[in-house]
């Protein structure tokens, strides 16, 4: 199938900032993040490089877990990138903050495409979600969040629609929340945009790998997890026509707990960047999601 230019323009939100050039927008997020980062490691106690299989992107960090108590509620983090770009080891800007706020932070791995292909990286994503929550529950956690950008939103989503996983999972008590940033939830339009060259989806692929396509399996499980979604109100008006469709559809399906949130003036990357600051609506927001957990 060939490229959709519509289609491309769309589903490319560096175009669609307000704060520069695509080019600049993109250069300067990833210097941003790998900065704060970089920084973060050097205040916060870590350990990096934590294994949950055996292949080269299977692997997660952990902060704060040494000094905070036992009982620390855990924010888990799955960053974004087409799930073709960016890496856990520069997706550290969340931590300070949720430190501050007596949070656990991890922040998960996962391979990239084409290396791996999506439905590979959703199993990752789930055998990395069951290790922190036995880890968690193991330590004695109160409850757990879970927070994905972008591709690593579609990540984090993919989870409440497999009743499989969700049904072999003893930990899943502990799932407290789900903040699901800037998402991405129907991965069909992909298909005619150069994002799909390593991802290689077809149709029948795309279809099973998009939450907003799979709401017929038992939602029994999930349907408490606190859902909170925001989208920036420079994201990509597609991106923000997928947040409030999948928001209803959560609701829908009865979910109890469903906000969905526009983020005025911000864009696909200050949404994040901003989660460095203890001020931010956003980190805030996210402290409260977890101050609501029943103790
Ligand atoms: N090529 C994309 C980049 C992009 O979409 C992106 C970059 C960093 C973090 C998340 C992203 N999007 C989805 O995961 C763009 O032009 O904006």
């Not at 888990?76 to 903050?97: C, E, N, T």
């Not at 799979?214 to 923000?240: A, Y």
Request: with cysteine; glycine share 6%; charged share 25%.
């Amino acid at each position: 199938m060939g490229i959709e230019k519509k289609l491309e323009d769309e589903y490319s939100p560096s175009k669609w900032s307000r704060r520069g050039p695509a080019d600049w927008v993109l250069d300067h997020h990833v210097k941003l993040v790998t900065q704060v980062s970089t920084q973060v490691k050097q205040e916060v106690s870590c350990q990096l490089d934590i294994p949950y299989g055996v292949r080269e992107g299977e692997k997660f960090d952990i902060f704060g877990a040494e000094e905070l108590p036992k009982d620390a509620p855990v924010f888990v983090y799955i960053h974004g990138g087409y799930w073709q770009a960016l890496d856990r080891s520069i997706s550290a800007y969340s931590v300070s903050p949720q430190h501050k706020a007596g949070h656990v932070v991890a922040i998960v791995g996962y391979d990239l495409a084409p290396k791996v292909g999506l439905k590979e990286i959703t199993l990752e994503i789930q055998l990395v979600v069951s290790a922190i929550l036995k880890w968690a529950a193991e330590r004695g956690s109160r409850s757990v969040v879970i927070a994905g950008h972008s591709a690593g939103s579609h990540l984090a989503a993919m989870l409440l629609h497999d009743s499989e996983w969700q049904n072999k999972e003893p930990h899943l008590n502990l799932l407290h929340g789900m903040v699901h940033i800037s998402g991405v939830f129907d991965v069909v339009p992909l298909i005619e945009t150069t994002m799909n060259l390593p991802l290689n989806l077809d149709s029948e692929a795309a279809k099973s790998l998009s939450p907003l396509r799979c709401f017929s399996q038992s939602m029994e499980k999930v349907r408490n997890v606190k859902q909170l979604l925001v989208v920036g109100e420079n994201d990509p008006p597609e991106f923000k026509r997928q947040t409030l469709t999948y928001a209803q559809a959560l609701m829908r399906a009865g979910f109890t707990d469903v906000h969905c949130k526009v983020m005025d003036a911000l864009d696909h990357f200050d949404i994040v960047e901003k989660l460095q600051e203890e001020e931010y609506v956003l980190t805030r927001l996210i402290v409260q999601l977890f101050s609501s957990a029943q103790l």
